[in-house]
Antibody
Framework: QLQLAESGGGVVQPGRSLRLSCAAS????????MHWLRQAPGKGLEWVAV????????VDADSVKGRFTFSRDNSKNTLYLQMNSLRVEDTAVYYC???????????????WGQGTLVTVSS | DIQMTQSPSTLSASVGDRVTITCRAS??????LAWYQQKAGRAPKLLIY???NLQSGVPSRFSGSGSGTEFTLTISSLQPDDFATYYC?????????FGQGTKVEIK
């Protein structure tokens, strides 16, 4: 069974840093582009970034550009999101998701992890 | 960025009703559209990809249609398990964006 499990969320003060992890099981992460998405409390879904299967290509949203970095360790089947200079507006549940589709476009997402809550507050 | 607009934002319906949710893109996205279902406190679940392809394991009462800028998600006969929030997502280009969601409530 394909599963993703995020960890590392918590409460952090504005301006501080936090690192999230996303562990994959039931499939090899190295074969897939992977995405981070987030959902602020009571709000809709926001795409954050994609990291290519080999970790070479990263595309991220303007809202996190220059503050968040993305990496992966395919040997550990794990994805990472390093969040620096956190803002109150970064408060959200953060999800990792596997990309599906091979059209050369961005893809759709399946499955998603269960999410991890990041709260940025003083 | 491509904007996705869903309507309605909230929909009240009864078990057995036929339900239709509309998603409009601010520019043509061909058939590069997916639909998700999200229940409270849970991760989104893929229902439909490439506008009309049913994801494996999803009940056949769900269907998707459309191309270009206008798309619909239809639930042919609403079941108790279907009360949730539904999102469309384009994947024509980066950044991918989602509609604001449609909450399907019990009437």
């Amino acid at each position: 069974q394909l599963q993703l499990a995020e960890s590392g969320g918590g409460v952090v003060q504005p301006g501080r840093s936090l690192r999230l992890s996303c562990a994959a099981s039931g499939f090899s992460l190295s074969s897939f582009h992977m995405h981070w998405l987030r959902q602020a409390p009571g709000k809709g879904l926001e795409w954050v970034a994609v990291i290519s299967n080999d970790g070479v290509t990263i595309v991220d949203a303007d809202s996190v550009k220059g503050r968040f970095t993305f990496s992966r360790d395919n040997s550990k089947n794990t994805l990472y999101l390093q969040m620096n200079s956190l803002r109150v507006e970064d408060t959200a549940v953060y999800y990792c998701a596997k990309e599906e589709g091979s059209s050369g476009r961005a893809g759709w997402f399946d499955p998603w992890g269960q999410g991890t809550l990041v709260t940025v507050s003083s | 960025d491509i904007q996705m607009t869903q309507s309605p934002s909230t929909l009240s319906a009864s078990v057995g009703d036929r339900v239709t949710i509309t998603c409009r893109a601010s520019q043509s996205i061909s058939s590069w559209l997916a639909w998700y279902q999200q229940k409270a406190g849970r991760a989104p679940k893929l229902l439909i990809y490439k506008a009309s392809n049913l994801q494996s394991g999803v009940p056949s009462r769900f269907s998707g249609s459309g191309s270009g800028t206008e798309f619909t998600l239809t639930i042919s006969s609403l079941q108790p398990d279907d009360f949730a929030t539904y999102y469309c997502q384009h994947y024509d280009s980066y950044p991918v964006t989602f509609g604001q969601g449609t909450k399907v409530e019990i009437k």
